[in-house]
């Protein structure tokens, strides 16, 4: 689930991640959120500036691999995010 808000062109885009406990142990929701800070780094150049994005885990993320992942969070930063 991804929310975005923000000042248009204020600044460069900022992400925010949510991996509640339902995802898994610490060590699967720590793997979680460096994969999802890995997405949007490569993404970063897309999102418009000024963006405050935040991305909420879902329990499924802990299962999905990279590719899907990828995949999922960079569909919704088009459609929510685009520069």
Request: glycine fraction near 8%.
């Amino acid at each position: 689930m991804t929310y975005v808000g923000g000042v248009p062109d204020e600044g460069p885009a900022r992400f925010g991640f949510i991996v509640s406990r339902q995802v898994g142990s610490a060590v699967t929701r720590n793997t979680v959120r460096r994969r999802l800070k890995a997405v949007c780094a490569e993404a970063l150049p897309h999102v418009r500036g000024g963006a405050s994005v935040v991305i909420r885990a879902l329990p499924s993320a802990a299962t999905v691999d990279y590719a899907d992942l990828r995949a999922d969070v960079v569909r919704c930063l088009q459609r929510k995010a685009a520069a």
